[in-house]
């Protein structure tokens, strides 16, 4: 089946039911996209589809069949918000951060403060207490 | 995903005939919609289901439209879709609100309002909404369409009027008259399933729904009588607590729930208070 790819034509060989997440990091090698709780809850596996948030470990590839996917590796090396994480230090362990970013996105420039925290309800971070990413988000 | 993908199936109908003729001529496929919660079962093994009927790319089950007085929500219709929606916000604001405190907005962007109703959890969030506006489930099979009141819907702890060959493709809602009222309570505002959940109407005749109180969704039809026929609040809330059958379960127990609907009750009471 055909994607769009962090903005590259794919095309997968998968079967229609393999979950996003596992095709996003074993058939495509993009492993900044992590796996938490596989329920839904964490939000460590989020990747835009058609711009939108999406829990990765919870959509069918039958479900993505021409849409465009955008994972963390596909806002570049020097994206604002990831340089943003690094400056306020809104990353310890790390594993959420991806999905932070990828929800943060959707957000657009200097978003309140109540919109990130609605935003970010779906994104769990177990390390940091929120406030650095908070000011993270609301920087660039 | 604990569960092997080369042991799953998943259909694709490309119009809503194609998949009604799919739930009819199949063995043992169900209806996949946004897979916020089939996934989760498939993902710990726990989902003795191996063949899915894919509807996500049924357009038209997305539309939410009114049709003269009534609003029609179609069953695919997302969390997110009906948080933005005008019609949603102008004619059943409590569903934007219940839709609002459904998971993230990762969860939001995918499930959907039929799947909320065919889950079938006690606990679903915008099934009391459902319930306290008098809606109607409109079900559909290759060969009929019929409506079911939403108030009859659930025959049980996660049993339903509807048939395996039939799909729910849109849920219709007359004009609510009366404030709107919705109070999810749960550990957290976000991603927890409710404790106690309650959706309410003060029109001329109040109308109480309740989730996580019973084996399903409940409206409190004594309870609403008394307050209609000027009961005081007191007397109300020891009628409501004789209407429920809450549980100790993971997520709470039966005596915080007993307690909890009653000050949900007060608190609707008081916050539709005519000014």
């Known amino acids: 089946m055909r994607i769009t790819l962090n903005g590259a034509p794919r095309d997968l060989a998968c079967h229609p039911a393999a979950r996003l997440l596992d095709v996003l990091r074993q058939e495509c090698g993009l492993t900044g996209t992590k796996e938490g709780c596989g329920e839904g809850e964490c939000g460590a596996c989020t990747v835009l589809v058609d711009g939108a948030a999406v829990c990765s470990c919870l959509v069918p590839m039958a479900q993505v069949r021409g849409a465009s996917i955008t994972t963390i590796e596909g806002l570049g090396d020097d994206h604002p918000l990831a340089r943003a994480f690094m400056d306020e230090v809104g990353a310890q362990c790390g594993i959420c951060t991806p999905g932070m970013i990828m929800t943060a996105v959707t957000l657009g420039p200097r978003p309140s403060l109540p919109r990130i925290r609605t935003a970010l309800a779906g994104n769990l971070c177990r390390c940091t207490g929120y406030e650095a990413i908070y000011r993270a988000i609301r920087k660039p | ?275």
């Open chain 2, 1 to 275: 995903m604990r569960t092997a993908i080369s042991s799953l199936e998943l259909l694709e109908p490309r119009t809503l005939a194609e998949a009604l003729r799919m739930l009819r001529d199949e063995e043992g496929v169900v209806p996949l919609a946004g897979a916020t919660d089939l996934y989760v079962g498939l993902n710990f093994g726990t989902l003795e289901t191996r063949r899915f009927v894919n509807l996500w790319s049924l357009a038209p089950l997305r539309r939410i439209a009114m049709r003269g007085d009534t609003l029609s929500i179609g069953a695919l219709a997302t969390y997110t879709a009906l948080i933005r929606s005008r019609q949603v916000q102008r004619r059943l604001p409590m569903l934007a609100q219940a839709a609002r405190e459904v998971g993230g907005m990762q969860i939001q962007n995918r499930g959907t309002l039929g799947g909320n109703i065919v889950n079938a959890s006690p606990a679903g969030d915008t099934l009391p909404v459902l319930a306290a506006a008098d809606a109607t489930v409109v079900l559909r099979s290759a060969s009929e369409e019929r409506r079911v009141p939403f108030a009859g819907f659930y025959t049980g702890y996660r049993e339903s009027l509807r048939r395996p060959d039939e799909l729910i493709t849109a849920v219709e809602v007359g004009p609510v008259e009366g404030a709107q009222w919705f109070r999810k309570v749960g550990t957290r505002a976000a991603q927890a399933i409710s404790k106690v959940v309650m959706a309410a109407v003060r029109g001329a005749a109040p109308r109480i729904a309740l989730g996580s109180v019973a084996p399903t969704v409940i409206r409190l039809s004594r309870t609403e009588r008394a307050l209609g026929d000027g009961a005081g609040i007191d007397d109300a809330a020891a009628i409501a607590e004789s209407e429920i059958q809450p549980l100790d379960d993971l997520r709470s127990t039966a005596g915080y729930r007993r307690r909890v609907a009653s000050n949900l009750l007060r608190r609707f009471w008081s916050d539709t208070a005519p000014g």
